[in-house]
């Protein structure tokens, strides 16, 4: 069997998965609300702008990572985006976990996880 043919089948199975099936559900009650949505995309953007500040090697100031907590809070006492981003969280995670098992066929992990060589 071809390659692609085979990650073709994967796609599939990963669109077949409980995972993404849960996911694609919880995103589009998400999205069918025009508030929830736009919480949920600020979030995501200042989440993302903390994140590349950090891997910059730039300070984040305080002031603006307790107001990001503070938003945080705010956005996961919602139940329907809450529900959303732990769907987020479980198909990500069933992604890393496929990416690892194609990069250590392939010997392409570095030795990084568990300490291999």
């Known amino acids: ?13 990963i669109k077949n998965s409980e995972e993404y099936k849960d996911y694609k559900k919880k995103r589009e009650r998400v999205f ?15 989440a993302i702008e903390i994140q590349m ?31 959303f981003f732990m769907a ?6 069933m992604m890393n976990d496929i990416y690892e098992i194609l990069g250590e066929a392939v010997n392409m992990n570095w030795g990084i996880r568990d300490n291999e060589k």
Do not use: W
């Open 88 to 93: 987020e969280i479980r198909l990500g995670q």
């Open 32 to 46: 069918a609300d025009k508030n929830i949505k736009e919480m949920v995309l600020d979030f995501k953007k200042k």
């Open 53 to 83: 500040q950090r891997m910059t090697g730039e300070e984040v100031p305080k002031e603006r990572l307790e107001k990001f907590e503070k938003l945080e809070e705010i956005v996961m006492g919602n139940p329907i985006i809450y529900d």
């Open 1 to 13: 069997m071809n390659v692609y043919d085979i990650a073709h089948s994967l796609a599939r199975a």
